[in-house]
C-alpha cells in the first residue's frame, strides 16, 4: 500500500503538505464555520465527512500547487547551481 503511486507521491509533497494544512484549517474554519448552524442533526456526520473530504482535496491541491511552483524549482535550481563538475 505504501509503495503505490499515491502514496510515494504524498510522501513527496509532505513538507509541502505540512506547511500548508494549518492556512488551509483555518481557512475552513473562518469561512465555514457558520456552515452547520442549519443543518440538520441526523445529517451532521455525512456533512462532515464531506466537509473533511473537501478540505482534504483543498489541503493536497495547494500542498502540490507549492511543490510544483516552488520546492521543486528551487531544488533543480540548488541542484544545477551547486553540483560539482564531473
Known sequence: IFAGRVMVYLGTISYCIYIVHYPVLELFARYFS???Y???P???P???WAFLGVMTVTLIAAAAAL???VEYPCRRFIVKKWASPA
Open 67 to 69: 511543490y510544483h511552483t
Open 34 to 36: 457558520d456552515y452547520f
Open 38 to 40: 442549519g443543518v440538520a
Open 46 to 48: 455525512l456533512t462532515l
Open 42 to 44: 441526523d445529517s451532521i
